[in-house]
């Protein structure tokens, strides 16, 4: 099955950037939509951002403006540019990839912490 691998995580001030990194393997069918989903202690887990094969990306309103997701389909990896991080960015970040036989992947998720 599909293996989903985050790294970027960490620890950052308000006003700050990160960028999140998913890299995928042990593909059999083609990824379709890749995605970041996050979920912050206490509330369930909400989309960030999503793009299609053909670039074509959604944001949740909380992050537009301020964050931005793309991918490199030769190599199966989606990033997501984060910037003027808000404590309300504290959450988990799970990178999500649907196959075209209709199944969901998810990561194990990378913790990313905004300190005011």
């Known amino acids: 099955q599909v293996q989903l691998v985050e790294s970027g995580g960490g620890l950052v001030q308000a006003g700050g950037s990160l960028t999140l990194s998913c890299a995928a393997s042990?593909?059999?069918?083609?990824?379709?939509?890749m995605g970041w989903y996050r979920q912050a202690p206490g509330k369930q887990r909400e989309l960030a951002a999503t793009?299609?094969?053909?670039?074509?990306?959604n944001y949740a309103d909380s992050v537009k403006g301020r964050f931005t997701i793309s991918r490199d389909n030769a190599k199966n990896t989606v990033n997501l540019q984060m910037n003027s991080l808000e404590p309300e960015d504290t959450a988990v970040y799970y990178c999500?990839?649907?196959?075209?036989?209709?199944?969901?992947?998810w990561g194990e998720g990378t913790l990313v912490t905004v300190s005011s």
């Open positions: 793009i299609t094969t053909g670039g074509i990306t």
């Open positions: 042990r593909i059999k069918f083609s990824i379709n939509t």
């Open positions: 999500r990839a649907r196959t075209s036989n209709g199944l969901n992947y």
